[in-house]
């Protein structure tokens, strides 16, 4: 007794250490591995795909950067609620200024869930050119303990570099499509058709974790002969779930159980396939199946599964661990996910309408130096589209996609509950699928998936004063300005935030003024903010644009 006391005085069993990651972001010419030509990517220190990032609960991920590009960037560790540190939130002209070329910039970010996360490129769609990284942080007392875990990320990789994709789409009256230059998946960064085996000892338990960082498809996770028992959900614990198949949609994660059998005679798959589902369909790519293989004695004979299962996950039967019931709104928001064209036929994302653009001032610094004028929204601009939030208000978002097109929307700051989810024309109520209200502790994430002709109801509590986004994690879709800001009590930030020397600095050196509204005024007056241009719903040139499509094997308009 005596001895182990004395063995815990001496070695602490918690101690929070600095996970320091020293990154100098770099342009990497690479095919990848795959089987199409080399193109100019984003990595680190010359290298993609980039490290696994692995940390404790308590520990501070500490992010050197130096900027090697010869453009700015910048990081947001996705999922990481930055609780007192939104400056560190990482998204260009809303957190902070973005890094500039040839400087440094170091993020301190305090560690304060456990789960599966990951860190990529918020300036210019940077994570789509392979700036991403996956973020693991353990817990010691993780409630559900296993022996070994093991991680799948998955990525796709395009031919075409994001400022290509985006003139190509927003081309009047555009033509051609970058989904005539088809992506290929990468798992763990290798090529998908490399999947490495996975090894099972008898009757031990595991923990996969699944991570989409992928911009575009959806993916599902199955393993032959074992169930799989959902733990974690985008780093929140659920109750354990069990299912046989666990759908991805981009920037999602999923952790599941996986119990190993007693009798080691027979080996397994796990697989690894990509869907055509909820995304427009490419058919040379889409769908792909990878296998890998589940080993339990390399001399053991293999279980070939004659069929694979497939469906959505249903996101409304899952609980989560840690008890919350449904809250109750003190106000909802209408968000209709819809794309429209400029009077010059441009192809622009929007909700309601609205494209984002950046100010000219960081909204962070809007929110800090414009006093009570920061509680009206009009001083982000009209073109951040932004709702100013009461400290701990309940705001349920009804997330609307009557059009063809899916957005998986992701919310930086908070998770939120899903509440419903259905499909936009349904008269007769049939679709429609809600939590039952009373005792059900709802599932929350940090990005749900809205399929084409559906919707979905999500609430959460606006606990966390700061200026967050909310956007679609399809990378084009941010690019054509898919995105729109919620700050949280402008009021506390004034009174408590206080922003480091180190974050001005880097607004310095790019000359971006830290005050004053979205145009920089002291004023109500925004003249001198980017411009919202105006928007229509309706295709101006319908004939073409449906030429378009025949000729090229998607559907339009993604
Ligand atoms: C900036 O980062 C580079 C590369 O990580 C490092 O060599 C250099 O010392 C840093 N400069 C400063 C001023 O910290
Ligand atoms: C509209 O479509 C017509 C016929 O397909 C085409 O000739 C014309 O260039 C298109 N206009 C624009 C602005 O793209
Ligand atoms: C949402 O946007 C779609 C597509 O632009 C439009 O057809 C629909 O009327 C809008 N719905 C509402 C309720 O405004
Ligand atoms: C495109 O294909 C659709 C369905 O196959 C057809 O109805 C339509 O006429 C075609 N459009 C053009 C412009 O060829
Ligand atoms: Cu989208």
Known sequence: MRLSTGLLLLFPLVEAKRVVENWDITYVTTNRGLDQPPKRGIGVNGQLPLPVIEAEIGDTLVLNVHNSLDKPTSLHAHGILQYETNYYDGVAMVNSCPIAPG????????????????????????????????????????????????????????????????????????????????????????????????????????????????????????????????????GVLTKPK???VVRMAPAQRVSVLVKAKSSTRVNYQYHINVLKEGVPF???????????????DPNARISIANSIPSAPLDELSIESLEYEPPLIPDRALFLNLTYGYSEEKVHYQSINLITYQSSLVPSIFSALTTGDRAINPIT?????????????????LLLWSSTEQSHPIHLHGHVFQIIETGSTNDLT??????????????????????????????????????????????????????????????????????????????????????????????????????????????NPNHSSLNQAVNASRFFFPY
């Open 103 to 234: 400087t440094n910039f170091t993020y301190e970010i305090p560690l304060k869930q456990s789960g599966t996360y990951w860190v990529h490129g918020h300036t210019s769609e940077e994570n789509y050119e392979g700036l991403r990284a996956p973020l693991v942080v353990y817990d010691r007392n993780d409630p559900y303990p296993v022996s070994k875990s093991y991680l799948f990320a998955v990525e796709d990789w395009w031919p075409l570099n994001i400022g290509d994709t985006l003139k190509m789409m927003q081309t009047p009256g555009r033509r051609e499509s970058p989904f005539s230059h088809p992506p290929q998946t990468l798992i763990n960064g290798a090529f998908g058709k490399l999947t490495k085996p996975i090894y099972f000892e008898p009757d031990q338990t595991y923990r996969i974790r699944l991570l989409s960082m992928a911009s575009l498809p959806l993916w599902e996770f199955t393993m032959d002969g074992h169930e799989l028992y959902i733990i974690e959900v985008d």
């Open 282 to 296: 490419i058919s040379d790519v889409f769908p792909a199946q990878f296998d890998g293989s589940v080993i339990y």
């Open 242 to 244: 069990l299912v046989n």
């Open 429 to 538: 109520g049939e679709s429609r699928r809600t939590v039952p209200q009373s005792y059900f502790s709802p599932l929350k994430r940090d990005t749900v998936h809205i399929y084409p002709g559906h919707y979905a109801v999500v609430r959460f509590r606006a606990n966390n004063p700061g200026v967050w986004n909310l956007h679609c994690h399809f990378d084009w879709h941010m690019g054509m300005g898919f995105n729109k800001l919620f700050v949280v009590a402008p009021e506390e930030m004034q009174k408590n935030m206080v922003i480091p020397p180190s974050v001005v600095e880097q607004c310095h050196i790019q000359g971006i003024q830290t005050w004053g509204n979205a145009a920089g005024h002291n004023t109500y007056n925004y003249r001198g903010a980017p411009e919202l241009p105006y928007l229509t719903a309706k």
């Open 380 to 396: 982000y601009g009209p073109q951040t589209n932004t709702h100013v939030i009461k400290h701990d208000e309940v705001v349920e």
